[in-house]
T-cell receptor, first 116, second 113 residues
Framework: AQKITQTQPGMFVQEKEAVTLDCTYDTSDQSYGLFWYKQPSSGEMIFLIYQGSYDEQNATEGRYSLNFQKARKSANLVISASQLGDSAMYFCAMRPTKTGANNLFFGTGTRLTVIP | EAEVAQSPRYKITEKSQAVAFWCDPISGHATLYWYRQILGQGPELLVQFQDESVVDDSQLPKDRFSAERLKGVDSTLKIQPAELGDSAMYLC???????????FGQGTRLTVV
């Protein structure tokens, strides 16, 4: 079974500062992908960044980077230079990469508030 | 820019009534997902299609929920009869393949009264 844990229900960050959103996961699969999504109040889930379990380098996408520590089963999202528009819910998700059904399993989310 | 289209955006229905949601995935995306997101929680998969075939519907309450993707393009999710506990956001997502990132629509927010 897959489980995603996000222990921070809410986080605050000053505008232009960096923030780390925590995510740990539990899986028996050897091959999997890790995702982060942003969900603004409008409701849609916006894909931010992806990390494969066999990728040796941490993924980066603009101001987003994923701090992947495989041995600790953690995949924290780092947002640099926070902007007011970053205020939203953030979800960590995992998908086993194997044949057959490969569902995206989501955590409970972290609500980020950027303070001017 | 290509996007996943969902309608309606909002739906209020009385319990025991039937309700249906529609999703049009990004063109060419073979994999389509329906998720349910209860307030304060992360999305949970209801059903996954690969083209027109159901790949995973293990979490779909089949006594009242049904989903179809007849031509392997757009999809409909139906609830009959609706119950108070069905109030949630229903999200549709699509991906080019089973391993690719999933792109989500804006969702349908259902309120059952």
């Amino acid at each position: 079974a897959q489980k995603i844990t996000q222990t921070q229900p809410g986080m605050f960050v000053q505008e232009k500062e960096a923030v780390t959103l925590d995510c740990t996961y539990d899986t028996s699969d050897q091959s999997y992908g890790l995702f982060w999504y942003k969900q603004p109040s409008s409701g849609e889930m916006i894909f931010l960044i992806y990390q494969g379990s066999y990728d040796e380098q941490n993924a980066t996408e603009g101001r987003y980077s994923l701090n992947f520590q495989k041995a600790r089963k953690s995949a924290n999202l780092v947002i640099s230079a926070s902007q007011l528009g970053d205020s939203a819910m953030y979800f960590c998700a995992m998908r086993p990469t194997k044949t057959g059904a490969n569902n995206l399993f989501f955590g409970t989310g972290t609500r980020l508030t950027v303070i001017p | 820019e290509a996007e996943v289209a969902q309608s309606p955006r909002y739906k209020i229905t009385e319990k025991s009534q039937a309700v249906a949601f529609w999703c049009d995935p990004i063109s060419g995306h073979a994999t389509l997902y329906w998720y349910r997101q209860i307030l304060g929680q992360g999305p949970e998969l209801l059903v996954q299609f690969q083209d027109e075939s159901v790949v995973d519907d293990s979490q779909l309450p089949k006594d009242r929920f049904s989903a179809e993707r007849l031509k392997g393009v757009d999809s409909t999710l139906k609830i009959q009869p609706a119950e108070l506990g069905d109030s949630a956001m229903y999200l549709c997502a699509s991906s080019l393949s089973r391993q690719g990132e999933a792109f989500f629509g804006q969702g349908t927010r259902l309120t059952v009264v």
